[in-house]
């Protein structure tokens, strides 16, 4: 590359660019990991306002590390034993494993039981509602029950004869179908010319 | 009174060979008198191997290295998922009941839990593990006899491990071994009271019709019992010996016990009736406490002076005829209801016992009448809310501690769902396949505003 001063301007701006806009997401994150610091949100409002399309600070929350989110109010053991659960429970052990996922990674749409594990990780180690095993549930919570899927009844096919052609031979008149249109009939005119345009 | 051997009375436990008559009687088989049961302990069995005095042994004890079993817990069964689910299994039961025999063990799980096998180490099974990590103890009953046939015992172990293997539990793992409850190590100085305490549970299972479910003491502490009532702390650690559950939702604590004449029997009956009246409310009448006699001696003595200190108790304290708490409260001797090995009487299947509801007599003193506990009719429970009562036979439908008979009736809970619902933001649960909750809750929708009528007047200036 040819060292000029325009050049060298041009480069000057654009890293100046990437600083900034680098130094201003990093300051998202930091602002909200303050936030949930001192209890003014939840980590799960952090990663709802990742997965929030229409803020701008999604795409910096997004690609934060998980460990960072976590380390809020944990001692760094007891963040590689959430992460360590983590991947123990929703990655197969002979399959990929994240080293160091993401707010992205817990986020993947097409992975929801990340985020379940995760809240169940992140849930009060002690009774789910006072008074268990013998108090009903506080109203306004549900509880689900495993409804038992029973296998679909597979209808029994009777092992079809292929009617052997020779059972209608000669067709009788009039009652053959129209020949169904064949794929060869509509085959591309070839003849004509046609440039490729770049 | 009909005395009939246990083959003739309907048994409830689908499987023959775990049934009550196959297995050692802890009562009538004189196993014990005093405390004759040899404990291993893993942490104090590997500080005497170490320093020298003893050898390590062949034994299932040794099947796993300490480190080895502890890996089995906490890497979430990456290595034996089969170990695991055994070892929760038998973790549920053992810190439920305390001191559990194997033959017990393995009539509640439906034989799921594995104390051996020869074929094969990682066969050892959950035990095994649970024992070398020093999350059970298991014991020995010392005899003089040569050759006899009696199952080990089981109980929580000192070790902190447990709270660890808990903790690295999901959900849905953890609420089956605890059932929301702080394990704890609880009292092991009885291992007989404990071990009639489970038996009479099991057979209670097995043989009453009425009973519904049935809890150990790990799952049953009195703040538990009553959730929406304060509890002191002198009477947070109270919790009954077992809990059985009639049919309509009424709670029979049952209270195992030895001696009358001690005075922390006095000192548990007078917790008791105070926590009774604190109680009587609408829904007077949800626990029946029963204090069941297991004094071996053949004499009526120790029976007849609990009687008499209940008694006296029900009537120091003013207020407990007026908060109809004798209706409450129960005895019975465990040789009325099994008067001879292998036999039961036909009292038990109804739970006939004795309440301090008759007249007085000469003495100024209650008599005592017989009652039967299962009978609707004579103890009858019309709770306020009959389905808040409805839910305690499904939680403990969950539970790894309940007789598989009375737990694989019962719907299960969908606890993954349950860890989901209780994220709040929006776009998250729609991710996880939740309505958003401002849908499932309606607004309120607000008042209507009162209609102003503007009366049209005539502009005079028009």
Avoid at chain 2, 431 to 444: F, H
């Amino acid at each position: 590359m040819i060292e000029t001063p325009v050049m060298d301007d041009l480069r000057h701006q654009a890293m100046a660019a990437l600083t900034a806009k680098h130094q201003a997401s990093a300051l998202d994150r930091e602002d909200w990991i303050a936030l949930v610091q001192v209890g003014g949100a939840t980590v799960f409002d952090l990663l709802a306002e990742a997965a929030d399309d229409d803020s701008a600070n999604a795409p910096a929350l997004m690609r934060m590390q998980l460990r960072r989110v976590l380390a809020v109010g944990r001692t760094s053991g007891q963040v590689d034993r959430l992460l360590s659960r983590l991947a123990a429970r929703t990655m197969k052990p002979n399959g990929v494993t994240v080293k160091q996922p993401t707010v992205r990674w817990v986020l993947e749409s097409s992975h929801p039981e990340r985020l379940v594990v995760l809240a169940d990780l992140l849930a009060a180690r002690d009774a789910p509602w006072p008074g268990t095993p013998f108090a009903p549930p506080p109203p306004g919570s549900e509880v689900e029950f495993v409804t038992e899927t029973e296998p679909p009844e597979v209808p029994e096919v009777s092992p079809a004869v292929a009617p052997s052609p020779w059972d209608s031979f000669p067709a009788p008149s009039g009652t053959t179908a129209p020949a169904a249109p064949s794929p060869w009939d509509s085959l591309p005119d070839l003849t004509t010319r046609r440039t490729l345009t770049r | 009174m009909t005395i009939v051997p246990f083959t003739s009375v309907t048994n409830r436990c689908p499987a023959p060979e775990l049934r009550v008559e196959h297995r050692v009687d802890p009562f009538h088989d004189g196993l014990w008198r005093g405390t004759n049961t040899l404990w291993h302990e893993a942490r104090l069995a590997e500080r005497r191997v170490e320093s020298g005095v003893a050898q390590r042994m062949r034994r299932i004890d040794a099947a796993y290295a300490p480190a080895e079993a502890r890996r089995a817990f906490t890497d979430l069964g990456r290595s034996n998922r089969q170990l695991r689910a055994e070892a929760l299994q038998a973790l549920g039961l053992i810190a439920s009941w305390r001191t559990i025999s194997f033959e017990l063990l393995l009539t509640f799980s439906a034989g799921e839990v594995r104390e051996r096998s020869s074929w094969h180490r990682a066969g050892h099974g959950g035990l095994g593990a649970g024992v070398s990590s020093g999350l059970f103890d298991r014991g020995e009953l010392h005899l003089s006899e040569l050759g006899a046939d009696i199952p080990n015992l089981y109980r929580p172990g000192t070790s902190t491990h447990r709270d660890w293997s808990v903790d690295a539990c999901s959900m849905a793992e953890r609420f089956k071994v605890t059932g929301g409850c702080h394990l704890t190590r609880g009292t092991q100085g009885a291992d007989l009271h404990n071990m009639l305490a489970v038996e009479g549970s099991s057979r209670a299972a097995e043989l009453c019709p009425e009973v519904v479910a049935v809890a150990g003491e790990g799952v049953c502490s009195v703040d538990n019992l009553y959730p929406d009532k304060p509890v002191d702390a002198r009477m947070k650690r109270v919790s009954p010996d077992a809990v059985w559950l009639r049919s309509d939702g009424l709670r029979i604590c049952v209270e195992v016990t030895s001696n009358g004449s001690t005075q922390s029997f006095r000192a548990k009956v007078e917790r008791w009736v105070e926590r009774l009246m604190e109680t009587d409310s609408l829904d007077a009448g949800a626990t029946v406490v029963l204090f069941v006699d297991i004094s071996a001696a053949s004499s009526n003595t120790s029976y007849q002076v609990q009687q008499h200190v209940i008694a006296k108790v029900l009537e120091e304290s003013a207020w407990a005829h007026g908060r109809r708490v004798p209706l409450r409260m129960a005895t019975v001797r465990w040789r009325s209801w099994f008067p001879t090995p292998g036999m039961v009487d036909e009292g038990f299947l109804s739970l006939l016992v004795e309440r301090p509801t008759g007249p007085t007599d000469s003495y100024g003193e209650a008599t005592w009448e017989p009652v039967r506990l299962l009978d609707l009719e004579a103890v009858p429970f019309r709770p306020s809310d009959p389905e808040s009562y409805g839910w305690a036979t499904k939680l403990l439908g969950q539970l790894h501690q309940t007789p598989f008979w009375l737990r694989d009736s019962q719907p299960k809970i969908d606890w993954d769902r349950w860890v989901a619902q209780q994220i709040k933001p929006a776009n998250l649960r729609a991710r996880v396949g939740l309505t958003p909750l401002s849908k499932a809750i309606p607004a309120p929708v607000p008042p209507a505003s009162p209609v102003v009528v503007v009366e049209e007047v005539e502009d005079p200036w028009a």
